[in-house]
């Protein structure tokens, strides 16, 4: 069996762990097939071409023209390298299914985005936003409807998909994994002081969109007491993709006076976020969707005390393994921060528990579900 890869929307973030994943553990799963990869070609590139898997690199580059230029190479260019190949699968995690009518294979279709189906992340956006949002949900469920099989990161994916009209019995729910190096130690480094972080502190890891919440927590954490306020820092953490969500952050932390106390990381990785993570005395995770929440699984895995919003999919994976507060409403975030730091016995509970959870996403139950579902699409072709 031939499967042909496309991996050109894996240029970061989740989609790139995902991708690696899959081609580190794919030949265990699936020991007769053979991969045909599709990816960017300034990414990735610590692996090669083999007798398993031949990989296609492609100079589509970055900033705002490449979905476009990604678009345009999979619509027509796309289905000629399928028939040359003579793959008998079509398989992608970034939910757009191109036209294949020429090619006539099955497809395996991954759905990561449900942004575009939040009504509580709509309502945060500018016009512009709003407008993307309803295209990329008319392009995600024209996607599901056209694809043989589609790939639900998590049981509310599934939900939103099916109240859609996509039927059941096509969709299979595979969450992401997460890696054990998450809750190995690390060594103890000056990280922090070179972050200006000098307190205990609160912790939230999370790129900037406005659907992230990133200002209501900010707001939370100025309603907390004086005192627990000025024993603890808050440490935000992420690239600022939205770039206008990032300066009004900024803007609103400089308004209300906590220059001191917010810290606002432009993203970190590897044994540096580790190091945040296991450090935390909490992690606060505000967003107001998810799909399969990676930075949660991390932060679980690296035994972090959770407080996390109510919102669907969040307790789906926290399950025990969390505090809960409507993401919507300040005061309670607040005082569920506040009242867990009163409480040093429930504090170390959910650290316990946090590992625990953690451990049941595995990168090889998303393999072994991935390839299950590539093989069930091959046969209702056959028959």
């Not at 969040?314 to 005082?335: G, I, K, T």
């Amino acid at each position: 069996m031939k499967i042909f890869l496309n991996l050109l929307a894996a240029t970061a973030g989740g989609q790139l762990s995902r991708a690696r994943a899959f081609l580190d553990r794919f030949d265990d799963f699936a020991p007769t097939a053979q991969l045909i990869v599709v990816k960017e070609k300034s990414v990735l590139t610590e692996y090669a071409s083999n007798e398993r898997r031949v990989l296609i690199d492609l100079p589509i580059g970055f900033g705002r023209l490449k979905a476009l230029r990604r678009m345009w190479w999979e619509n027509f260019v796309m289905p000629g390298v399928i028939q040359r190949h003579s793959a008998d699968v079509y398989l992608t995690f970034s939910h757009y299914l191109p036209r294949l009518n020429a090619v006539a294979v099955p497809s395996v279709v991954g759905v990561s985005n449900l942004a575009p189906f939040s009504r509580e992340a709509w309502f945060q956006e500018s016009l512009l936003v709003k407008l993307k949002m309803a295209a990329l949900r008319h392009t995600i469920i024209s996607s599901a409807r056209r694809a043989t099989s589609v790939l639900a990161l998590s049981e509310t994916c599934r939900e939103v998909l099916i109240e859609r009209g996509i039927p059941r019995e096509k969709i299979m729910v595979t969450p992401n994994g997460v890696d054990s190096y998450w809750g190995e130690a690390v060594a103890s480094t000056d990280v922090l002081s070179q972050l200006g972080v000098v307190r205990p502190f609160f912790l939230y890891v999370s790129h900037f969109h406005r659907y992230k919440n990133h200002a209501r927590l900010v707001d939370a954490y100025a309603r907390l007491s004086p005192s627990v306020r000025r024993a603890h820092q808050l440490v935000l953490v992420g690239e600022p993709h939205s770039k206008s969500c990032y300066d009004e952050t900024q803007i609103l932390i400089e308004r209300i006076g906590l220059s001191g106390d917010v810290v606002l990381v432009p993203g970190e990785s590897g044994d540096r976020l580790k190091e945040l993570y296991q450090k935390a005395r909490l992690l606060v995770f505000p967003s107001l969707i998810e799909n399969s929440p990676n930075i949660l699984l991390e932060a679980m895995m690296a035994g972090a005390p959770i407080a996390a919003s109510s919102l669907a999919p969040m307790p789906e994976f926290c399950r025990s393994a969390a505090e809960y507060f409507n993401a919507l409403d300040v005061s309670d975030m607040s005082q569920k921060m506040e009242a867990l730091l009163s409480d040093p016995a429930r504090l170390f509970a959910l650290s316990e528990r946090s590992n625990t959870q953690a451990s049941k996403f595995t990168w090889d139950e998303f393999v072994r579900r991935v390839v299950l579902q590539i093989e069930i699409a091959v046969k209702q072709k056959d028959n």
